[in-house]
């Protein structure tokens, strides 16, 4: 009873119709969702775009990150590297008491006799480029004696 020959006019105009009402209404519904996320993107695109850029300086920050990490271990072990041959050249001409490394700072003590060993050992200390005097304190002590206190900068680093 499906064939078109055997069905009557109105009801083929019937069914007809209510397939293209059929049509019509998921055409909309189409076109509605394709409107509304369509929308939805034009208003989170400025939002997309923070995200993006966001993300990029993120990333940019960590690889500064990396690389500052990575600079400071270089300059520790050159540091450390420049106080070791600095220890073993002071020790072995001036004889020194103690020399120390306290946070950012490398500390020397000695106590010397007269001043032109400690004028002997500040030239010792300018002319050599591994090392810069940042700050000196020179105390007398009982008997003649005069005790001296260096903060180096080592190297190029601190």
Do not use: A
């Amino acid at each position: 009873m499906k064939e078109p020959n055997f069905l009557p006019l109105w009801y083929r105009k019937k069914v007809e119709k209510r397939n293209e009402i059929k049509f019509k209404v998921v055409i909309i519904i189409l076109i509605s969702f394709i409107g509304v996320i369509g929308f939805r993107l034009f208003k989170d695109k400025k939002s997309l775009i923070d995200v993006n850029n966001k993300i990029e300086v993120i990333k940019l920050n960590t690889k500064k990150q990396k690389n500052i990490q990575n600079n400071n271990i270089k300059n520790k072990l050159c540091t450390i590297n420049i106080y070791t041959q600095m220890k073993q050249e002071l020790f072995e001409k001036f004889k020194l008491d103690d020399i120390s490394i306290k946070k950012d700072k490398v500390l020397v003590k000695k106590v010397f006799d007269n001043i032109l060993d400690i004028s002997n050992l500040l030239e010792y200390i300018e002319n050599n480029q591994n090392y810069n005097i940042k700050h000196v304190d020179i105390e007398n002590l009982e008997e003649d004696k005069i005790l001296l206190k260096l903060d180096l900068k080592v190297g190029n680093y601190e």
